[in-house]
């Protein structure tokens, strides 16, 4: 019997030491999960203090006036319904997570949409890194206040606006609502390496030069659109830029109406691109400006419409002292890069036009036109061919 009691006792005592040790833990979590409801002006450090949310941030909150936001790894950051993180006026995000313990932004519900996003705005600030994070359940940031300004979960940069310095790598961007990561034309990425977009209605939207750090590690699945997609901006700091467009395991694809370069400007597609082009789109190097497209034998550069449908986009062209160099291309499915031109690669007048080793086909009128007079290579009808639907003929020398 009192072997018994003993037994009974000591039952007793564990189960009051196993429930009172759990009730401090849940207390314990709920004490350390701190509530960020105001903007944030001097050096912040959060910590990974529980298993579970560490930190709820309220409203959108501003991080401005140089002050550094450190995030330690393993970190989970909650956001409340239509909640943000800017970052601006020279202020920086520091979030460097690991493979096993990644820096997690997330909604408080699991639903797309549920908060806004992160943006860096108008901070050239080398400590604006985002390394092994994880990105969710966000997509209402918006570049600006317009009804129609597009929406991601991830926005770097400003039309128009100062430099905006960063490096990503090992980011994972999934279950947004809208595109997962907007880059836009001021954006400067130390690095941009190693990426996932997944599950968002868009991967990744571009503006003009800063479609040269695509990555080739990328990886885009089980989104709506996993092709990047890429926007021209009017400004002259573009079309006076010189950058290049590398291969990726994605697409690119223009959904503006034209892309151009101008005086000083040089725009180089690599070997292995493929260029998606938008309805009535075209290309064009004018008022000195140059695009090279440089394939190789092995990987060719590709321009297609998104169907397969003749006279879907228009073409590629020269004019007023442009220069168009192509070697090694694959061109399908335009129609007339411009009603006076008649090609769906030409050149005006007062174009130069260089094209080699390329395969024409699908387009409405002529292929290749040309004038005999002006910039051009000597064999521009030896070197190049058209297949399929070819319209009226491959060549039209003017």
Request: proline share 2%; aromatic share 10%; glycine share 8%.
């Amino acid at each position: 019997m009192i072997k018994l009691n003993k037994i009974a006792m000591t039952c007793l005592v564990l189960s009051y030491v196993f429930f009172t040790s759990c009730e401090k833990s849940e207390d314990t979590k709920v004490l350390n999960t701190e509530v960020i409801s105001k903007d944030i002006t001097s050096n912040l450090t959060l910590k990974n203090n529980v298993n579970g949310v560490d930190y709820i941030i309220q409203g959108c909150i501003e991080l401005k006036a140089s002050a550094i936001l450190t995030i330690e790894a393993g970190t989970t950051i909650a956001f409340t319904q239509n909640s943000c993180l800017e970052v601006h006026e020279f202020a920086a995000i520091k979030a460097i997570g690991t493979e096993a313990n990644p820096i997690t932004f997330t909604g408080e519900q699991q639903t797309k949409g549920f908060w806004d996003g992160i943006s860096f705005y108008n901070t050239n600030n080398q400590e604006n890194i985002l390394s092994h994070c994880i990105i969710e359940y966000a997509g209402n940031a918006k570049i600006s206040t317009a009804s129609n300004a597009r929406k991601a979960a991830l926005i770097i940069g400003k039309e128009y606006k100062d430099p905006v310095r960063i490096s990503i790598d090992h980011v994972t961007i999934r279950h947004n609502l809208n595109t997962g990561l907007s880059i836009y034309n001021n954006a400067i990425l130390n690095k941009f390496e190693y990426c996932q977009m997944l599950d968002n209605q868009n991967s990744i939207l571009v503006y003009d030069q800063s479609i040269q750090y695509m990555d080739p590690f990328i990886i885009a699945k089980d989104n709506q659109i996993n092709n990047v997609q890429w926007i021209y901006n009017t400004s002259s700091s573009v079309v006076n830029s010189v950058f290049s467009i590398k291969a990726i395991p994605l697409s690119y694809q223009l959904i503006s109406s034209f892309y151009k370069m101008e005086a000083g400007g040089k725009l180089t597609i690599e070997a292995g691109v493929n260029l998606i082009m938008s309805p009535s789109s075209v290309i064009y190097a004018t008022n000195g400006g140059i695009i090279d497209i440089k394939g190789t034998s092995a990987q060719k550069v590709k321009f297609s419409g998104e169907f397969n449908n003749v006279n879907y986009w228009r073409g590629i062209y020269a004019d007023n002292g442009g220069r168009l160099n192509i070697d090694h291309a694959v061109i399908a499915d335009g129609g007339e890069a411009s009603t006076n031109f008649g090609g769906m690669v030409a050149q005006s007048s007062d174009g130069a036009l260089y094209i080699t080793n390329s395969t024409l086909s699908n387009f409405l009128k002529y292929g290749i036109a040309y004038y005999a007079s002006k910039p051009h290579n000597a064999d521009i009808e030896t070197s190049n061919s058209c297949s399929g639907n070819t319209g009226i003929s491959c060549f039209w020398k003017r």
